[in-house]
Every structure is written in structure tokens, then in C-alpha cells.
């Protein structure tokens, strides 16, 4: 599947473009997105998905969220701790900014 670099723009330029040290590095088949070195978020198959934790896991199951699941070789599902912001977050730029802060914040944590 190739990647959709128009997303990966946006959500990097535009939605983030005003937050310090925002960087984005492409990893299996989409992006890592980094705040000072450290990943809270991932873009694959063009959803955009934020570190999710104890600290700010109610914040997405409110918002009927749920976590980024892939599937290995061997059939298996994987769920990772990375939860899609849905799309009317990401129009609105300050709820939106407010969920990378607390998602960058479980990263660190969970770096530590």
C-alpha cells in the first residue's frame, strides 16, 4: 500500500506545525511522529493514531476511540498502545493539541 504523503503533511505542517520540535520519520509502511526526540504518535494507512496509557486512556475511550491492532504473519492480532484521534479532533486545534500534550507526556513516562 503506498503511502499518503498529503496526510502525513498535514497532520506534520499543518495541525502540528506550531509545536516545538516536531519531527516525523517513515517506519513500516507509514510515519513516526516525535516531539524532542521521543515518538507519542503514528500515521498508518492514513489514520493518525497518539500514545495511549493509564493517564489519558479515558480521554479516548470517550471519545469511542479505540487502539491501532495489526496482524503478524502467523495470523495473530497485535494491539498496540496507540489510539486513533478521530477526525473531529483534528478539527478542532486546540482539543487536538491538548491530546499530543497528553500523549507525549505517556511517552515520556513510559520512556523514564
Known sequence: ??????FHD???YD???DAPDI?????FGGWAIYKSGIIFGIIVAGELYFKVGDRNRSDFEKMESHPFVY???DGKP???SYWLVPEEIMEDKEKFYDLMVGSVAVSRKQKS
Open 15 to 17: 495541525l502540528l506545525g
Open 10 to 12: 498535514y497532520i506534520v
Open 23 to 27: 519531527t516525523s520519520r517513515a517506519m
Open 78 to 80: 497485535i494491539t498496540m
Open 1 to 6: 500500500m503506498a503511502k499518503d504523503k498529503s
Open 71 to 73: 496482524t503478524k504473519k
